[in-house]
Antibody
Framework: QVQLEQSGSELKAPGASVKVSCRASGYAFNTFSINWVRQAPGRGLEWMGWINTFTANPIYAPDFTGRFVFSLDTSLTTAYLQINNLRPDDTAVYFCAREIKHFDFWGQGTRVTVSS | QSALTQPASVSGSPGQSIIISCTGPTIGANEYVSWFQQHPGKAPQLMIYEVDNRPSGISNRFSGSMSGNTASLTISGLQAEDEADYYC????????FGGGTRVTVL
């Protein structure tokens, strides 16, 4: 069955970096793009962008350029989200989701807390 | 600020039907409108895709429709387990989510 398994919770200091992983299984990895979605505490869903799992080309939503990096390791069928120069307002749950015009399977979410 | 507008909350009694609306300029541009249900502390779950299609395993109490720039999610025969947040989503080259609607079962 299709599964997206994300890495565990992270606590980071401001200015540090974090790398969240999303391991896919149960389907051909390079046939669906992987999207990333942020949910700040008590807030709604924000689309961060997506990565083409065939070409590894990332596309970032306007609010998520500069400090955010999407990458892949196709040998591990894993997508990554790296956030550099973390700020307190990056505190959120980050979800990966498989997409083919709609998000049919989601990871369980990774909580990232930025605090000194 | 979300480009898709949803009511902040909708409530109903068990057995009733409720409708959640989602309005925005990208709604109606194509058929790629979806709805997600999210319980507290959980990942969103796809309930409706491409306006009115249900994924396998989703109850037929959930239905979707679209008219002009407004998409709607109808929950029929409301049950306690339907209490959750609901988000609309559209794909028109760029992805948009609605701000979310809290459904309360009275």
């Amino acid at each position: 069955q299709v599964q997206l398994e994300q890495s565990g919770s992270e606590l980071k200091a401001p200015g540090a970096s974090v790398k969240v992983s999303c391991r896919a299984s149960g389907y051909a990895f390079n046939t669906f793009s992987i999207n990333w979605v942020r949910q700040a505490p008590g807030r709604g869903l924000e689309w961060m962008g997506w990565i083409n799992t065939f070409t590894a080309n990332p596309i970032y939503a306007p609010d998520f350029t500069g400090r955010f990096v999407f990458s892949l390791d196709t040998s591990l069928t894993t997508a990554y989200l790296q956030i550099n120069n973390l700020r307190p307002d990056d505190t959120a749950v980050y979800f990966c989701a498989r997409e083919i015009k709609h998000f049919d399977f989601w990871g369980q979410g990774t909580r990232v807390t930025v605090s000194s | 600020q979300s480009a898709l507008t949803q009511p902040a909350s909708v409530s109903g009694s068990p057995g009733q039907s409720i409708i959640i609306s989602c309005t925005g300029p990208t709604i109606g541009a194509n058929e790629y409108v979806s709805w997600f249900q999210q319980h507290p502390g959980k990942a969103p779950q796809l309930m409706i895709y491409e306006v009115d299609n249900r994924p396998s395993g989703i109850s037929n109490r959930f239905s979707g429709s679209m008219s002009g720039n407004t998409a709607s999610l109808t929950i029929s025969g409301l049950q306690a387990e339907d209490e959750a947040d609901y988000y609309c989503h559209s794909y028109a080259g760029i992805v948009r989510f609605g701000g979310g609607t809290r459904v309360t079962v009275l």
